[in-house]
């Protein structure tokens, strides 16, 4: 079994995440408000968004919100790949750099 690199793995889930953020914002932007909701309900599996979705958020917490998702993307990627690299069983004979 090979390691994954805790600082790689969590910077591409970071990664991934504001990608998703960043198309959340899109979406919000450019949909009129009943197509937004029926899409974001959809996610929800039917939970009802419409009294929790905000229309008019300040650019300033929109970035804050960006760099929020980002750190907890990247801080639970390193989680995975550290309970990744962690959890391999280690293979007999091979020396105890080996996992299997």
Same mark, same amino acid.
């Not at 793995?9 to 937004?36: E, N, Q, R």
């Not at 990627?77 to 069983?89: F, V």
């Given at each position: @079994?090979? /390691?994954?690199? $805790? ?36 996610? @929800?599996?039917?939970?009802?968004? /419409? /009294?929790?979705?905000?229309?008019? @958020?300040?650019? %300033? #917490? ?6 929020? $998702?980002?750190?907890? =993307?990247?801080?639970? =990627? ?12 280690? /293979?007999?004979? #091979? %020396?105890?750099?080996?996992? #299997?």
């Amino acid at each position: @079994m090979q /390691t994954l690199s $805790i600082k790689r793995f969590g910077f591409a889930i970071a990664s991934a995440s504001i990608v998703s953020y960043l198309g959340c914002v899109f979406v919000m932007m450019i949909v009129p408000k009943d197509v937004a909701i029926r899409f974001f309900n959809s996610l @929800m599996h039917g939970v009802d968004v /419409t /009294t929790i979705m905000r229309w008019n @958020m300040p650019i %300033g #917490e929109t970035i804050l919100g960006a760099v929020g $998702i980002f750190v907890l =993307g990247w801080l639970f =990627g390193a989680l995975i790949a550290c309970c990744y690299n962690c959890c391999g069983k280690v /293979t007999r004979g #091979e %020396g105890a750099g080996n996992r #299997e």
